[in-house]
């Protein structure tokens, strides 16, 4: 490491010496092991009773005799959003892990792009609901099929629509459109939320990353593990966005 001290207002930069570090990165790396699987074990160990919880509350709103009043419905719902929120960071910290370990295991077939979306809304419709959300499919007919590991692409699916819904207002709409471009189709989400900054187009991918002041809880994880997901399987991933107009967010995959 070169040691170089640059005075403020200055364009000289003064070099004063060179310290070598030498570190044994053995210990470090089984460290890290150790903590990639402690991460794995822990959150695979807290989506199980928190799945079981949303399972109850559903039980718990439309309950076999009698009714709940205004009251119960709205901690019902509460509690409902809380185990969304710590779904989706336990489902992140899992694939993270996975990545961290150079687990990622692709399963790559034919699949057909109709059905990852239709899958997509499936999992998210009652979320968009919630906030009275219009979920609008608009998808060209007869597309060929994609070669892709379907589970993971409905799972990057997901992230950015329930992304398109926490930063939208009530009572907005989104759309997905699906599409060919030359030989791939592209899978798109365009929301009119909040949008995002230009600068930040590009380092919203970048792992732990959220823009500043977006004051939403979350991990940061989402569509870091999402570009990951898309770039193993051959495929780009992007964004277009207006400061306070809306995004779009887009992935590509080839044709079979
Ligand atoms: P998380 O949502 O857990 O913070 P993500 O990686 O999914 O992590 O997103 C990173 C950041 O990108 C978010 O914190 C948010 O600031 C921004 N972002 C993602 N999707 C949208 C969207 N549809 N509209 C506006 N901002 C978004």
């Given at each position: 490491?070169t040691?170089?001290i640059?005075p403020?207002?200055?364009?000289?930069?003064?070099?004063i010496?060179?310290?070598?570090?030498?570190?044994?990165?053995?210990?470090?790396?089984?460290?890290d092991?150790a903590?990639t699987?402690?991460?794995a074990?822990?959150?695979?160990?807290?989506k199980?009773?928190?799945?079981?919880?949303?399972?109850?509350?559903q039980l718990?709103?439309?309950?076999?005799?009698g009714?709940?009043?205004?009251?119960?419905?709205?901690l019902?719902d509460?509690?409902?959003?809380d185990?969304?929120?710590?779904?989706?960071?336990?489902?992140e910290?899992l694939?993270?892990?996975?990545?961290?370990?150079g687990?990622?295991?692709?399963n790559?077939?034919?699949?057909n792009p109709?059905?990852?979306?239709?899958?997509a809304?499936?999992a998210?419709?009652?979320?968009?609901?919630?906030?009275?959300i219009?979920?609008r499919?608009e998808?060209?007919?007869?597309?060929p099929?994609?070669?892709?590991d379907?589970?993971?692409?409905?799972?990057?699916l997901?992230?950015?629509?329930?992304?398109?819904?926490?930063?939208?207002s009530?009572?907005s709409s989104?759309?997905?459109?699906?599409?060919?471009?030359?030989n791939?189709?592209?899978?798109q989400?365009i929301?009119?939320?909040?949008g995002?900054d230009?600068?930040y187009?590009t380092?919203?991918?970048?792992?732990?990353?959220?823009?500043p002041?977006?004051h939403k809880?979350?991990?940061?994880l989402g569509?870091?593990?999402?570009k990951?997901?898309?770039?193993?399987?051959?495929?780009?991933?992007?964004?277009?966005?207006?400061?306070g107009?809306g995004s779009t967010f887009?992935?590509?995959?080839g044709?079979?």
């Amino acid at each position: 490491v070169t040691i170089t001290i640059k005075p403020t207002g200055e364009d000289q930069t003064i070099i004063i010496g060179d310290v070598i570090i030498l570190r044994n990165i053995t210990v470090f790396k089984e460290l890290d092991f150790a903590k990639t699987n402690f991460i794995a074990t822990v959150s695979h160990e807290l989506k199980t009773p928190i799945a079981s919880i949303k399972m109850s509350l559903q039980l718990l709103e439309k309950p076999a005799t009698g009714s709940i009043n205004t009251d119960q419905k709205q901690l019902i719902d509460g509690i409902k959003e809380d185990s969304q929120r710590l779904l989706k960071i336990t489902g992140e910290l899992l694939e993270l892990s996975q990545l961290e370990t150079g687990n990622i295991q692709l399963n790559m077939e034919k699949s057909n792009p109709y059905e990852i979306i239709n899958y997509a809304i499936e999992a998210i419709k009652v979320q968009a609901e919630q906030k009275q959300i219009e979920l609008r499919i608009e998808a060209e007919h007869n597309l060929p099929e994609v070669k892709a590991d379907s589970e993971k692409t409905a799972w990057v699916l997901i992230n950015f629509l329930t992304n398109a819904i926490r930063y939208s207002s009530e009572n907005s709409s989104i759309t997905v459109q699906l599409k060919k471009e030359n030989n791939q189709i592209a899978f798109q989400v365009i929301d009119t939320g909040k949008g995002i900054d230009s600068r930040y187009k590009t380092k919203i991918f970048d792992k732990y990353f959220q823009v500043p002041g977006s004051h939403k809880s979350g991990t940061g994880l989402g569509l870091a593990i999402s570009k990951e997901f898309i770039e193993a399987q051959g495929g780009t991933i992007g964004i277009e966005s207006e400061l306070g107009l809306g995004s779009t967010f887009y992935f590509k995959l080839g044709i079979v």
